[in-house]
C-alpha cells in the first residue's frame, strides 16, 4: 500500500520561499502520476501542479505559473514542490497525491493516494 508524507511547510514572509517534500513508502513512485494540492480554509481543494510518471511532463495552475516548480527524484522515490515569491493567498494546507496513471491531472478525485497535508503560511 502506497503512503505519502509531506513534510517542508512553515511560516514564510511574502516574497520568500519553501520547498515542500513528499515521501512515499510502501511502492515506488516511479508509476505513479503525482499531484500537488492546496486547500484553505472555507475553499474548495484544488491542483496546484503535478508531473507525470511516463515522461515527466509537468503541469501547473494559472495562480503559480512561473514561481513554483514540481520534480521528482525516483532513487529518493520523494516528489518536491519548490514554491518562490510566495503571497499570502498561497496559505494553506498542501497535500501530495498519487495516482497509477501515465499522465497527470490537475483534479483532486483523480488520485486514489493521499499524504496528511502540510501548512503553508504567507504572513508578514
Known amino acids: 500500500q502506497l503512503q505519502l508524507v509531506e513534510s517542508g511547510g512553515g511560516l514564510v514572509r511574502p516574497g520568500g520561499s519553501l520547498r515542500l517534500s513528499c515521501a512515499a513508502s510502501?511502492?515506488?513512485?516511479?508509476?505513479?502520476?503525482i499531484g500537488w494540492f492546496r486547500q484553505a480554509p472555507g475553499k474548495e481543494r484544488e491542483g496546484v501542479s503535478c508531473?507525470?510518471?511516463?515522461?515527466?511532463?509537468?503541469y501547473y495552475a494559472d495562480s503559480v505559473k512561473g514561481r513554483f516548480t514540481i520534480s521528482r527524484d525516483n532513487a529518493k522515490n520523494t516528489v518536491y514542490l519548490q514554491m518562490n515569491s510566495l503571497k499570502p493567498e498561497d496559505t494553506a494546507v498542501y497535500y501530495c497525491?498519487?495516482?497509477?496513471?501515465?499522465?497527470?491531472?490537475?483534479?483532486?478525485?483523480?488520485?486514489?493516494?493521499w499524504g496528511q497535508g502540510t501548512q503553508v503560511t504567507v504572513s508578514s
Open positions: 497525491a498519487a495516482d497509477s496513471r501515465e499522465l497527470c491531472l490537475l483534479y483532486p478525485n483523480e488520485y486514489d493516494y
Open positions: 510502501g511502492s515506488t513512485l516511479d508509476y505513479y502520476a
Open positions: 508531473i507525470s510518471s511516463s515522461d515527466g511532463s509537468t
